[in-house]
C-alpha cells in the first residue's frame, strides 16, 4: 500500500496503520477514506494529501 502526505504540515497517513484518532481502522485505503476526512494534525482536507510511493 501507498502512504499518502499532507501537503500542509507533512503528516504521513500510512493505510496499514490506519489513524486512530480519527477513528480509521487500520487496513483502510487512503481512496476509501470519505472525502470529508481530514488530516488529524492541521485539518487540512483529504484533497492536500500526495501519495507517497514506497521503496
Do not use: H, Q
Amino acid at each position: 500500500m501507498d502512504k499518502y502526505r499532507c501537503g500542509i504540515c507533512g503528516y504521513t497517513y500510512d493505510p496499514e496503520k490506519g489513524e486512530p484518532r480519527n477513528n480509521t481502522a487500520p487496513g483502510t485505503d487512503f481512496e476509501d477514506l470519505p472525502e470529508k476526512w481530514f488530516c488529524p494534525s492541521c485539518g487540512a482536507a483529504k484533497r492536500r494529501f500526495k501519495v507517497t510511493k514506497r521503496p
